[in-house]
């Protein structure tokens, strides 16, 4: 780093030649540095987008391509034979569309429960004190530290034993063992930096507990349940094995649809399944667009305690 | 703040309701039905299930639709089609057949029959394979422990595929029989320059289980009267000579199935392992349109003159699920895997050879020589992994893979890897 030395200035407050030379000369290596500096930050930039973004780009490419120039081999960067025939095929695919009614229908009702019971719970551990509260605490988050597989056993058994598989009830159900308590903590660390004084202040002019959360807690907490309930969202519709056992081909999500549609015991149609993520990406990235300012307000809204 | 909100003993109450609610659902899953040896169900019923990873893909799934409808309209049944991704098959089905909510006729890759009979929940249809006219070897891939638990459909094996093109280029005029020709024929090979890999073999965990029949050439047995034989001189021999090839660039890195397909296709690679339907997956994907003219079954190169070659035995076969619709779904089974017309019909829709000797004779499968060729040249010494037989197979083969690779890569020498590799199978198979 270049020091920036100060100018001379001489007794009527004029700087002298030499001085205004050496500032000049100052000046401009403020500026080269200042270049420097923005060169590499975005040179820094560039190597990052491209790293976070190489992928989309060889998702939408290898979509636009035919199958025999997928294969390539060195592959290559710029698709030369481009095609619309797989999205066009998948137009055509009504079980797909299905698929993703399905897993429209289950990741919001999966977010609307996860946040409206994560909404209480938190509520509950963040406002109130009872004995046994922070063993609960522990225990929801507890509960994320069992392997997947060693859950999907137990809710395959009882949901079986309940005559449940193969409905919506039991995708959600399932989804909800894992938003939920993720959720849960979210909202305690917003409800933490609402003020006691505030619900308080409710209680003296009169509202009830029920009241004050709902009228009161509810708005200032709403874009932390946003940002949970796009948590939720984005989780339920990505989940794969939940789906897979618990659903028949009727009821079943994208994410097996979509493998047990392309990839195959011989060969996986690549063009076809990138074609088919890309479409499917999109109620993700729409619902990201409409929620954004609610998601990064809402994840660190629970940071700094007031 | 302590005193807004529910009281003490109202958050206990509705906490208590959530626990005793969370431990009932516990209790309930440890009481559902498991282990019975039936499916339940009547086994008169005339409806039944078939379950099926092909039923999802695109190349299998009119054909198997087409079988499904004919049996339907003839017998006035309903079958309901049930599938899962091939490679979530065997967990979801050892899932569900546990579960009680498999039954019917289910196929299966003949690796996964072992582990599926291990289950007592399928039928033994020793009886009615007799009827079938099944050829020998397609009727060893259906049986375990002495039991004809599969009908068998398709039986095919896993073989090294030669690219005649290439051979014809670097003066090959006959396919190498022993290890010492084959290696000089990859040294031909590899002086053609471009980029060529003389044999894309794989070198990746996910497929190196193809160097077992290169240990079994080498002389290892892999398995001996319920012990682990690997580790002795011939599969430590085997890896030696495997990391020959690799240092030599005769075989390349990082290659699995995928990779070896695409070399293949693009003419960059002269002989790769794969099974019978090899033919039409690679040429599908290549752009040279006359490969699928290129390709040849090879007999795997032997140790010695007069050795058997060795192949790995490959198929699917049908097994029945006692319970809902047994006898119904037997007979579909039967029909599906040796009516003549509906073998030749799926074989001219998936090129998959028939597993009976009227269906293997049939003019449609009989005039093609790719399929002709390879049964008789590869399929007929073909076995199933000694492997197959434990339900840690998958385990097994992936210790044996990264010992594999670790030589490779030079990270341990093949006598290690091989003692370690050894080692770690005969723990999992006393697991």
Known sequence: MTSTTPTPVSAVGRPQASATRAGRGTRRRVRKDLLRSRIAAWSAVVVIGAFGLLPVYWLLATALSTPESTFQFPPKLIPTDLTLGNFT?????????KYMINSLVVASITAVLSVVVATYMGYSFSKFRYRGRRSLMHLVLASQMFPQALLLVTLYTVFSSFGMLNTYSALVLSFTTFTMPLCVWMLKGIFDTIPD?????????????????HSIVAPLAAPGMIAAGLFAFVRGWNDFIFALTLADKEKQTLPPGLVSTYIGEFQTAWPQLMAASLVVSVPVIVAFMFLQRYLVGGMTAGSVKS | MTTSGISRRAALRMFGIGALGAAGAGVLGACAPSGSPSNGGDPKSKDFDFTSWSLNEEAAKPSIEKIIAAWEKTEKSTIRAVSYPYNEYLSQLTLKLGGGETTGAVHLDIAWLAAMAQMGKLVDLGPVAGKGGYTDVALKSGLYDGKQYGLPWNTGSIGVIANSQLL???????????????EAALRELKGLGGGVVPYAAATKVAQLKDIFPWMQTFGCAMLDGGKVTIGDDASVDAVTWYKKLHDEKLIAADVDRFDARALFGQGKAAFY???IIGKGVTSAQSKDKTLADAMQPMERPVLKTGDTPQALLWGGVIAIVKGKGQDAATEFALHTTT?????????????????????LAAPEVAKDTFTTEWTRKITRTATGSPFWQFAQNAQIEEAVAKQVQAVLVGKSKPKDAMKQAGEEAAALIKR
Do not use: C, M
């Not at chain 1, 505030?198 to 004050?212: F, K, P, Q």
């Not at chain 2, 280029?169 to 290890?179: C, E, F, L, Q, R």
């Not at chain 2, 003549?340 to 000797?357: D, G, H, K, M, Q």
């Open chain 2, 168 to 182: 014809e280029k670097a003066g090959i005029k006959k396919h190498p029989t022993t290890v010492e020709e084959f």
């Open chain 1, 89 to 97: 095929a998948l137009a055509e695919n009504d079980q797909l569309i």
């Open chain 2, 339 to 359: 009516d003549r017309a509906t073998t030749s019909e799926y074989f001219a829709a998936r090129a998959l050879p028939p597993s009976t000797t009227v269906g």
């Open chain 2, 273 to 275: 392992d794969d099974a």
């Open chain 1, 197 to 213: 004084a505030l619900l308080e202040a409710a209680s003296i002019d009169g509202a009830s507990r029920w009241r004050t959360l």
